[in-house]
């Protein structure tokens, strides 16, 4: 079992819809999550974290976390076709170095 | 950006040549990363370090090694470059309350023919 799963897609949404990206991570000790955006040819960008569980919005994003299920999303509201890209969930575990573990990825289509 | 630069941006090299990519942050952080970006992977951590001199080993970390003699720079080197090291190699750094939080260099694609 991989430590991070995502779902690799593509994920294809119309413009203005709700786009709904999904996270599983096995270290029941995980305290933080990550969510980065990476457009092709470009480097990862730092778009939310979280750290409760619950909801954390910010604009546009939404990261739900569910700690007891293991479980982080990332819910993109009138999605736009500039949200076209790859995205990234990544975990820091039970350990103190700041590393974290990435998911590979899922790829999302906005069509216009 | 949070102040990282990565050099070089691109770089073609021979199998069997040393090969070495600087990482360099502006902005005093304890914790810098080196990763690999391959399709089919995702992004895989080769070397971290948490300090000056203080360095340690990632996921896949067999042919590299690291050095940071200061805490603005980061170097990863290749000893003797091998084509499935051809990738994409990121540097990041931590921040945020916890130093939780990575942020990424731009990147540098290597190329061993």
């Known amino acids: 079992q991989k430590e991070v799963e995502q779902n690799s897609g593509p994920l294809s949404v119309p413009e203005g819809a709700i786009a709904s990206l999904n996270c599983t991570y096995s270290d029941r000790g995980s305290q933080s999550f990550f969510w980065y955006r990476q457009y092709s040819g470009k480097s990862p960008e730092l778009i939310m974290f979280?750290?409760?569980?619950g909801d954390k919005e910010d604009g546009r994003f939404t990261a739900q976390l569910n700690k007891a299920s293991q479980y982080v999303s990332l819910l993109i509201r009138d999605s736009q076709p500039s949200d076209s890209a790859t995205y990234l969930c990544a975990v820091h575990g039970s350990s103190n170095t700041g590393k974290l573990i990435f998911g590979q990825g899922t790829t999302l289509q906005v069509k216009p | 950006d949070a102040g990282i630069t990565q050099s070089p941006r691109h770089k073609v090299t021979e199998t069997g040549t040393p090969v070495t990519l600087r990482c360099h942050q502006t902005e005093n952080h304890r914790y810098m990363y080196w990763y690999r970006q391959d399709p089919g992977h995702g992004l895989r951590l080769i070397h971290y370090s948490y300090g000056v001199k203080d360095t340690d080993k990632g996921e896949v970390s067999d042919g590299y090694s690291v050095s940071r003699s200061k805490t603005e720079d980061f170097l990863l080197t290749l000893e003797s470059a091998t084509s499935s090291q051809t990738s994409v190699y990121f540097c990041a750094i931590s921040a945020g309350s916890y130093d939780y939080e990575q942020y990424f260099g731009p990147g540098t694609r290597l190329t061993v023919t």
């Open positions: 979280i750290y409760s569980n």
